[in-house]
T-cell receptor, first 116, second 109 residues
Framework: DGGITQSPKYLFRKEGQNVTLSCEQN?????MYWYRQDPGQGLRLIYY???????QKGDIAEGYSVSREKKESFPLTVTSAQKNPTAFYLC???????????????FGDGTRLSIL | SQQGEEDPQALSIQEGENATMNCSYK?????LQWYRQNSGRGLVHLIL?????REKHSGRLRVTLDTSKKSSSLLITASRAADTASYFC?????????FGPGTRLSVLP
C-alpha cells in the first residue's frame, strides 16, 4: 500500500542535542511538508519542498533544518537552537499544486518529540 | 491571526445525531479543504471544495462554501462513535495551506 511512514513514533531529546525525524513516502509525490502541532492547536508549517534538492522555509523554520536528496525522503532535524521542541510533528506529501489550487495532502502518523 | 478558524472548538453529540462545524477565513481562497484527525494520528483528507462551488457531498459529509461571508460548514449526518475526532479546515494562502485550530467532535454511544 502507498503511504507515508514517519519514524520513530516517540522520540526524546536531551538538552543541547540535535535529533532527526524520518519521513519516507512511496506515493511518488513531488511535494513534501513538515508541520508542528501543539496541544489543542492547528498545524504550523516548518519547511516544505516542491522538488528534489529544493526546499523553502515555512512559518516557524527557526531551530529546524531539512534536506531533500531523494524524492521519497524528507528528514527533519530539530537542532539545539529550537528551545521549545516538545510537540507532535507531522510529515505530509502531495502532488504539485498550481498557482490556482493546492492539492490534498497525505499525512504520516506523526512523531511525538519530548525533552528529557 | 488564523486564516481559517473552526467553530465550535468542541462539540459533543449522541450517536445518530447530525454534527455541524464551521470555518471562517479572512482572505480570498482558491479552494478550502476539510481534514479529520483521530487522536494521536495524522490528518486524513475528507473533501475539497473550490471557490466557484457552493456545496459538495461525499457519503455522510456535506460541505458548503459561502465566499461572500468567507465561511464554510461541514455537516456529518447520522453520526457514529467512529466519527469522534478533530476536524480541521485548511485554506490556501499562496503556495501552502493554513490550518485552523480545529473542532473536537465527540460522538457518544
Amino acid at each position: 500500500d502507498g503511504g507515508i511512514t514517519q519514524s520513530p513514533k516517540y522520540l526524546f531529546r536531551k538538552e543541547g542535542q540535535n535529533v532527526t525525524l524520518s519521513c519516507e513516502q512511496n506515493l511518488n509525490h513531488d511535494a513534501m511538508y513538515w508541520y508542528r502541532q501543539d496541544p489543542g492547536q492547528g498545524l504550523r508549517l516548518i519547511y516544505y519542498s516542491q522538488i528534489v534538492n529544493d526546499f523553502q522555509k515555512g512559518d516557524i523554520a527557526e531551530g529546524y533544518s531539512v534536506s531533500r536528496e531523494k524524492k521519497e525522503s524528507f528528514p527533519l532535524t530539530v537542532t539545539s537552537a529550537q528551545k521549545n521542541p516538545t510537540a507532535f510533528y507531522l510529515c505530509a506529501s502531495s502532488t504539485p499544486g498550481t498557482r490556482w489550487e493546492i492539492q490534498p495532502q497525505h499525512f504520516g502518523d506523526g512523531t511525538r518529540l519530548s525533552i528529557l | 491571526s488564523q486564516q481559517g478558524e473552526e467553530d465550535p472548538q468542541a462539540l459533543s453529540i449522541q450517536e445518530g445525531e447530525n454534527a455541524t462545524m464551521n470555518c471562517s477565513y479572512k482572505t480570498s481562497i482558491n479552494n478550502l479543504q476539510w481534514y479529520r484527525q483521530n487522536s494521536g494520528r495524522g490528518l486524513v483528507h475528507l473533501i475539497l471544495i473550490r471557490s466557484n462551488e457552493r456545496e459538495k457531498h461525499s457519503g455522510r459529509l456535506r460541505v458548503t462554501l459561502d465566499t461572500s461571508k468567507k465561511s464554510s460548514s461541514l455537516l456529518i449526518t447520522a453520526s457514529r462513535a467512529a466519527d469522534t475526532a478533530s476536524y480541521f479546515c485548511a485554506t490556501d494562502a499562496g503556495q501552502n495551506f493554513v490550518f485552523g485550530p480545529g473542532t473536537r467532535l465527540s460522538v457518544l454511544p
